[in-house]
């Protein structure tokens, strides 16, 4: 097998174990589910960063799903994996917040460059609602060195609705 090769199988693997786990009905339809409290003492249960004119719902909400979902490929402290996942610290990607949402909703495969790095992998795209997804986006946005910003459930709707 030719490295090149080699790698893409080690990163598929990697994505079916953490980060694109199979996904059944039944996991799709319980991430879709409105969003419950965090539990007192549970391991999200840390405070997400206050944001002014962001609700500490929506920053605990995105913290818990990136805790659970997204840091298994972009670290805990955003950096991701060199040359297999991209960073979302501190991140030039993040600069256009229509095609960062796109790549959620729909999924990214394919080559991007982010912070002068190429990256040749696959995300599966996120199985949740619109309003998980901005509150995901908005606790990057407001994370990990980045500058700030919010996303709204509307916007998220809107790229769904427009299509790949």
């Keep these: 097998m030719h490295s090149a090769g080699y790698l893409g199988a080690i990163a598929a693997l990697l ?68 040359g297999v996942y991209p960073p979302v610290a501190k991140a030039d990607y993040l600069q256009n917040k229509q095609q960062t949402i796109h790549a959620l909703v729909f999924g990214l495969s394919g080559p991007i460059t982010v912070n002068g790095k190429k990256y040749n992998g696959v995300m599966p795209p996120a199985p949740y609602n619109d309003e998980d997804i901005a509150a995901v986006l908005t606790y990057v946005y407001n994370s990990f060195g980045n500058p700030g910003g919010i996303v709204t459930a509307e916007e998220v709707a809107a790229v769904r609705k427009a299509g790949k």
């Design 15 to 82: 994505l079916m174990l953490g980060c694109g786990e199979a996904q059944t009905p039944q996991k799709v339809a319980e991430r879709k589910a409105p969003s419950e409290a965090v539990q007192p003492g549970s391991a999200s249960a840390a405070e997400a960063p206050a944001v002014a004119g962001v609700p500490a719902a929506t920053m605990q909400r995105g913290k818990q799903i990136y805790e659970s979902y997204c840091k298994t490929c972009h670290q805990a402290n955003g950096q991701g994996i060199p």
